[in-house]
């Protein structure tokens, strides 16, 4: 298919239909309500389900409901109505089953503002809501990517059985940038071949689709089981891209989503100018790549690591993890909708290298 | 001629072999049991899902052979919302206590209700939150004794009972809204009249239908089960006054959508 203008938004929408994504509840919420304006069209066409609920604490929950049934579910959202939805992530988790959340990220906490940040990156990779769960996070950085990802989500979370988030921002969401699409939607599996969804008994045993356990054992394998699927994931499903990782580096950027881009300007620049800069950009934020940053922080060349984020500093804590102790782990971030210029990012970087 | 014994009482078809966790006396029981006759004699086991609340019949799904859903505290009817919505084909019904949906539920049930979502709501109300112990409940008589109304409901603090069948029926959408209770036999028959009709509506594709049943609690209402039953007539129904707030077979409502 040809490659056609599209801003990232509705770019994200149309991407979860061509995934077969055709079940979609949400909240309007900035910086990413095109998403609904663009579905409540599209959806109709396709025999596909929109419904604006009453609060992102129902959307959470309608998705539950909705995922239950084996089909492709899945809502758009931004910080605050991602955090009303942590309550169902958590029994979605608990109860495997497969969902999509985009959480198109603006700074916070707190009401915040509405452009883009990367704040969220705890609550996406720590768990968000109560219990021993995780969701697999995906972070764009192109619309293009968000547009893989978003369909790579579906599949990702009817794998695992377990929520998915993608975790763009609100410079994902409102770029106009060039995508290619599949030509068409693509074939789910029917629900009435799958062991699990509530389709109704009819010809075989009832199905009870549930978090709860009371007997403690119970509970307990249950969320052995979770994390047997975690550990798959960490073993199966690490994505991330390298850029400009040569022998001669002297610092190694780890950076996601828009800053990543910026990040590549900035190693560039540096470029022409004689500094050797390379970038590590996780794709997976859970399942986090860090044996692969371990393996690049701890090559001879590389003099320190540095964390660069539109938050004050929350992937910089998995950075440092995976690097042991090993290198000096830095961070440098700019939040509360600033997105930090290539100048102040290679300020740092000369800084960091006693050159400033 | 043994094959002759007329059988005239035996479990629905619609129920699992399992005793029941609830409080003897408790009318939750006859409630599942209403639900699970209307299953039966319409022929539904098999497409019907439904959903579980909070509260004493969280575990409802273990006694019934119909595929369910636990959701989280109250918002049962956003669950419901969501499969009905993808799987249209399906019957689903939630079963709510008056803390689940009158309290921590109140935005998903008026919400679910306003939108007309093709689901059947029964809700148990006993005044009190049971599975918690005994506390107030929204929908709590004044000067009703709760473990956190010590000195009985103080509506000057917590103001009156919320009467939910009538706050849903000023909505245009809803098809059906009865109050009914299970205090004695003969309400007993009246409660399976609207439970059947709400599933009724259902089947034939009309807008959301509800159907409070006043319940007893007779453990945490510190009284026998008798008491119990007494005290609901006397006090509860003055209130809670029963009958059809709201049915389109009379206001033709949907007719009045277009
Ligand atoms: C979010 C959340 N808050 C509180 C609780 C604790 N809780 C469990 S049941 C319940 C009240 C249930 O009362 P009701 O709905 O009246 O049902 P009943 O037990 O009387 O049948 C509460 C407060 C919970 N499980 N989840
Ligand atoms: S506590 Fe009350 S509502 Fe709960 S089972 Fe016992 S009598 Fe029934």
């Known amino acids: 298919m040809a490659k056609i203008l599209m801003k990232g938004n509705e770019a994200i929408g149309e991407a979860a239909v061509r995934a077969g994504g055709l079940h979609y509840f949400a909240y309007p919420i900035t910086p990413q309500s095109e998403v609904g304006e663009y579905l409540v069209k599209r959806l109709p066409e396709v025999g596909g389900v929109f419904v604006q609920a009453e609060s992102e604490v129902a959307v959470g929950n309608m998705l539950f409901g909705a995922a239950a049934s084996g089909k492709r579910v899945f809502t758009t959202s931004s910080s605050p109505g991602i955090s009303l939805m942590q309550e169902a992530i958590s029994y979605i988790a608990g109860a495997h089953l497969p969902a999509v959340f985009i959480n198109i990220v603006r700074g916070g906490p707190?009401?915040?503002?509405?452009?883009?940040?990367?704040s969220d990156y705890f609550q996406a990779t720590k768990g968000g809501g109560h219990g021993d769960y995780r969701l697999l996070v995906l972070a764009p950085s192109t619309v293009q990517e968000a547009v893989?990802?978003?369909?790579?989500?579906?599949d990702l979370a009817h794998k695992y059985l377990n929520p998915v988030m993608v975790l763009g921002d609100g410079m994902i969401g409102q770029m106009m940038e060039a995508v290619e699409f599949p030509e068409s939607i693509k074939e789910t599996d029917d629900p009435m071949t799958m062991d699990w969804p509530a389709t109704g008994c009819e010809g075989r045993d009832p199905r009870i689709i549930k978090s709860l356990y009371l007997d403690p054992q119970a509970l307990e394998k249950n969320s052995f089981a979770l994390a047997d699927k975690y550990k798959k994931m960490k073993e199966e499903e690490v994505r991330y891209e390298l850029y400009k990782v040569k022998d001669d580096c002297q610092v190694l950027l780890i950076s996601y989503g828009t800053m990543a881009r910026i990040c590549q300007t900035v190693i560039d620049e540096m470029e022409e100018e004689g500094v050797s800069v390379g970038l590590?950009?996780?794709?997976?934020?859970?399942?986090?790549?860090?044996?692969?940053?371990?393996?690049q922080a701890w090559k001879e060349n590389i003099r320190a690591v540095l964390s660069v984020?539109?938050?004050?500093?929350?992937?910089?804590?998995?950075?440092?993890?995976?690097?042991?102790?090993?290198k000096p782990?830095?961070?440098?971030?700019?939040?509360?909708?600033?997105?930090?210029?290539p100048e102040e990012v290679k300020d740092y970087i000369l800084k960091i290298l006693g050159k400033k | 001629m043994p094959e002759a014994k007329l059988k005239i009482f035996e479990r629905p078809k619609s129920f699992t072999d399992v005793v029941t966790h609830y409080c003897p006396g408790c009318t939750h029981g006859i409630i599942h049991r209403l639900i699970a006759e209307t299953i039966d004699e319409y022929g539904i086991r098999g497409k019907t899902v439904g959903v579980a609340p909070v509260g004493c019949s969280v575990l409802i799904y273990n006694y019934f052979r119909t595929d369910f859903l636990e959701a989280p505290h109250g918002r049962a009817p956003?669950?419901?919302?969501?499969?009905?919505?993808?799987?249209?084909?399906?019957?689903?019904?939630?079963?709510?206590?008056?803390g689940d949906l009158a309290s921590i539920g109140m935005g998903e049930i008026v919400h679910a209700a306003n939108r007309g979502e093709k689901i059947t709501v029964v809700f148990v109300n006993n005044a009190i939150y049971g599975m918690t112990g005994g506390q107030m409940a929204p929908t709590t008589m004044p000067g009703q004794v709760t473990t956190t109304s010590p000195m009985g409901r103080d509506v000057s603090q917590a103001g009156y009972p919320i009467r939910m069948s009538e706050l849903l029926s000023t909505l245009r959408t809803p098809a059906y809204i009865e109050r009914v209770s299970v205090h004695n036999p003969h309400n007993v028959i009246r409660a399976k009249k609207a439970i059947k009709k709400a599933f009724k509506n259902q089947m034939e594709g009309k807008r959301f239908t509800f159907v409070e049943v006043l319940s007893t609690c007779p453990t945490n209402w510190g009284l026998t089960p008798d008491?119990?039953?007494n005290w609901l007539e006397d006090n509860m129904i003055a209130f809670y006054p029963l009958g059809v707030f709201k049915d389109t077979y009379y206001d033709n409502d949907e007719e009045g959508q277009k």
Do not use: W
Not at chain 1, 110 to 118: E, K, R, V, W
């Open chain 2, 227 to 229: 008491e119990a039953q």
């Open chain 1, 309 to 326: 984020e539109m938050s004050t500093g929350q992937m910089v804590e998995d950075v440092d993890k995976a690097v042991q102790g090993r």
């Open chain 1, 280 to 295: 590590l950009r996780p794709i997976t934020l859970f399942p986090f790549p860090e044996n692969e940053i371990r393996e």
């Open chain 1, 148 to 154: 893989d990802l978003v369909m790579l989500a579906f």
């Open chain 2, 78 to 98: 956003a669950l419901a919302t969501g499969i009905k919505r993808v799987s249209p084909e399906l019957i689903v019904f939630t079963y709510q206590g008056d």
């Open chain 1, 110 to 118: 707190g009401l915040g503002g509405i452009l883009p940040a990367q």
């Open chain 1, 329 to 341: 782990v830095e961070f440098y971030g700019r939040t509360g909708g600033i997105v930090p210029s």
